[in-house]
């Protein structure tokens, strides 16, 4: 598919829940960053549900950001209630119609910048490119001490059991061709934390090239995992994985 069938070059996708205190300084950065590129953008924003304003927040910010909008469009879709944030993303993703399709947690501890290292693997011809954080160039401020040891537990699952060969599948910094990102969502049936295994095993199942890039990380506050809860919640999610897609 050419680039003239496309509306943009690359699509943001920022799932959001009770982001209210973070998410006006995320749009800001965001916006900045986008619209020094030499490209035309989207920004999508996904309220999963959120009980506070952060909807109202995203609005305002387009409101008084007059000078970014034209080049960089923002959309915010607002799911009914909370479903999740795999459901949230790949709610965006099928939205989106950018010729690159980049999901960003909207924390940013990936910061956008990264992105710089990731679309030249997709200019290159690969269809994923993820973010990151356990290859020897990666940059990573010390994560807490449960998060070290939920992430080194979860990816031996993972690799024992769903997607073998990548280090971190958990990132949440990925970028997708538009075709793949649409395909993937579509079939995704995982809407909890675990849905980025989900994605990568589609991915590897329909012979999608993945490649890891190694980017820079900071531990940011207000996470909204629940350490125990969601470990087992995802755990249990990795053994559903092959049953969903068994006959794929």
Known sequence: MSDKNFEFYLSVVIPAYNEQERIADTLYIVKEFLDAQPYKS???????????????????????????????????????????????????????????????DADLSTPIEEINKLLPVLEQGCDIAIGSRRMAESEVEKKPFYRDLMSFVFNSVVGLFAVRGIKDTQ???????????HKIADKQRLYGFSFDVEQ???ARKLGYCIEEVPVKWEHAEGSKVDPLRDSIRMFMDVMRIRMLHRNL
């Open 42 to 104: 989207e920004i999508i924003i996904v309220d999963d549900g959120s009980r506070d304003w952060t909807t109202e927040v995203v609005k305002t910010v387009d409101i008084y950001n007059q000078e970014m909008k034209d080049q960089n469009v923002s959309a915010i879709m607002e799911n009914v209630k909370n479903v999740g944030k795999g459901f949230s993303v790949a709610r965006g993703m099928l939205r989106a119609k950018g010729k690159f399709v980049l999901f960003s």
């Open 171 to 181: 990132c949440g910094f990925k970028a997708f061709r538009n075709e793949v990102a």
């Open 200 to 202: 990568l095993f589609l």
